[in-house]
């Protein structure tokens, strides 16, 4: 659906992208993770039509953004929306510059409303709302018209968790409908929730792709255990089976557990 070849682009003294190239297949969601800086919004910019790169190339489905513009569906990462107008003149509108006509226009306005809890907002000033709901406004414009390819740069950003799993569960029943789905964030579960698979950008090109588990199966987990004389810490790709062991072992007191995840930060240090 997404084939993106080798693309570079300059901001002045600044290489934002060197060498960058991704495919995304129908029904596939691919979590675009990477450091501050890295190219990600960069790169989804190109995607867009809206800055366009010094080299390099990019297809839609086999055309260029310009020409497919109208299967895409893009929530950027900054609030984009007219304070004045309601949330539903927003889905109108975008859905109209879509193509969307009346009963096609309503069931699509209706489905992304559900989806990203807006129904009860539907007529208020997008200015007057508060900054999840705006997100949600936002994310609602992406899949208004049911497009065949999902750019989402950081969509749960500030979002309150019922924001959140709403957007999760609408980006896999879209991906399982067969959109294909570039997802940002620097948040790892996110990613492991969508049962995305990885790309990871750094210095504006793409160092690791594949499915979390052969990314992230040689990191491991910490497990640490306070007593009352000490606190022990261990890594272990089985912590459930290392905490058994670390308790078994203890004789003093247990005051707490915890059991830290691998974390984003890990792959990058893995990979770096
Ligand atoms: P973040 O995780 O912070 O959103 P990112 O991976 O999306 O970062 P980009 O926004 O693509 O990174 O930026 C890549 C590089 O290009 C950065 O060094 C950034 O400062 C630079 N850059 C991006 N846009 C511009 C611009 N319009 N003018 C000049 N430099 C830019």
Not at 131 to 151: D, E, F, N, S
Not at 192 to 207: C, S
Not at 244 to 254: F, G, Q
Request: charged share 25%.
């Amino acid at each position: 659906m997404l084939h993106a070849m080798d693309l570079t682009k300059r901001y002045g003294d600044v290489t934002a992208l060197h060498g960058f190239t991704l495919d995304v297949r129908p029904g596939e969601i691919v979590g675009l993770v990477g450091h501050n800086g890295a190219g990600k919004t960069t790169f989804l910019d190109i995607v867009c039509g809206l800055v366009r790169a010094d080299s390099g190339t990019v297809t839609i489905d086999g055309r260029t953004p310009r020409v497919a513009r109208g299967k895409l569906g893009v929530a950027p990462q900054h609030i984009a929306l007219y304070p004045g107008a309601t949330a539903r003149e927003h889905l109108v509108l975008y859905g109209r510059l879509a193509g969307l006509r009346r009963a096609a226009l309503t069931a699509g306005i209706r489905e992304a409303a559900e989806a990203m809890l807006l129904t009860e907002l539907l007529d208020r000033r997008t200015g007057l709302l508060s900054g999840g709901q705006q997100r949600r406004v936002q994310a609602a414009i992406a899949l208004v018209h049911r497009p065949g390819l999902l750019l989402l740069d950081e969509p749960t950003a500030g979002a309150d968790p019922q924001t959140r799993q709403s957007l999760l569960t609408v980006v896999r029943d879209r991906a399982a409908a067969g959109a294909a789905v570039v997802y940002t964030t620097h948040y790892l579960p996110e990613l492991a929730e969508l049962d995305a698979t990885l790309a990871v950008a750094k210095g504006g090109r793409i160092i690791a792709r594949g499915t979390s588990g052969e990314l992230l199966r040689d990191l491991t987990d910490e497990v640490r255990v306070q007593t009352d004389d000490e606190e022990i810490r261990m890594r272990t790709t089985d912590p459930a089976s290392t905490l058994v062991e670390l308790l078994s072992a203890t004789r003093s007191p247990v005051r707490g557990i915890d059991i830290r995840k691998a974390s984003l930060d890990d792959l990058y240090r893995s990979l770096a």
